[in-house]
């Protein structure tokens, strides 16, 4: 069995003006594609072939960079597509709206300490909503394609919001200006999608 490059949930121009139509285009044809392809790669002919995407992280060999790589870009780009939409944005709705506010006290404190998160990560990686067994929530970042779901990483949970700060998700139309394409991610969280996750995973 081999993974598959999942289709976007959207049109590539869909979420402009917050994110442009050719960098979705590269984004999940090109990067996403080749992360996938790697994976592939990575384990044909292994014990690893019949595992689900979770238990090879969960259970990496952090010493594998290759499977460290791309096992982490497959997982990590399918959760950022759903983690975002074209009628996305705003305040959020559902049951994740209370587990943000007791959390972190309002929904501005948690949107600043994501931002800050994502903001700060130096060089390639991600930021981070995780959900703990019993519902508590955790922010945190990670480098290059870590996920909060692999060993020893520094921050743990399940994912349920994932934001891509590779300079490949934003340079074509902000350039350098990594905080205002954080500021366009939150027009467009689907919080459909983290509830589910969340009730999912807490
Ligand atoms: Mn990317």
């Not at 508590?136 to 349920?160: F, R, T, V, W, Y």
């Amino acid at each position: 069995m081999s993974f598959t490059l999942p289709s976007l949930p959207y049109s590539n121009d869909a979420l402009t003006p917050h994110i442009d139509s050719k960098t979705m285009e590269i984004h999940h044809g090109k990067h996403h594609a080749g992360y996938t392809t790697k994976l592939n790669a990575a384990i044909e002919g292994t014990e690893l072939e019949n595992q689900s995407i979770e238990d090879i992280l969960k259970n990496l060999d952090m010493n594998n960079s290759a499977l460290r790589n791309n096992g982490g870009g497959y997982y990590n780009h399918c959760l950022f597509w759903e983690s975002m939409s074209p009628n996305g944005g705003g305040l959020p709705s559902g049951k994740i709206s209370d587990v943000i506010n007791s959390n972190f006290e309002s929904y501005n404190s948690f949107k600043t300490a994501f931002s800050d998160s994502a903001a700060n990560r130096f060089g390639s990686g991600w930021a981070w909503l995780c959900v703990h067994k019993g519902g508590n929530l955790e922010l945190c970042s990670s480098a290059n394609q870590d996920n909060p779901l692999m060993p020893g990483i520094g921050c743990g949970g399940h994912p349920i919001l994932g934001l891509d700060v590779w300079e490949h998700a934003y340079y074509l139309n902000y350039q350098n200006r990594r905080p205002d394409y954080i500021n366009a991610f939150f027009e467009l969280i689907n919080w459909t999608n983290v509830n589910k996750l969340y009730d999912l995973y807490c």
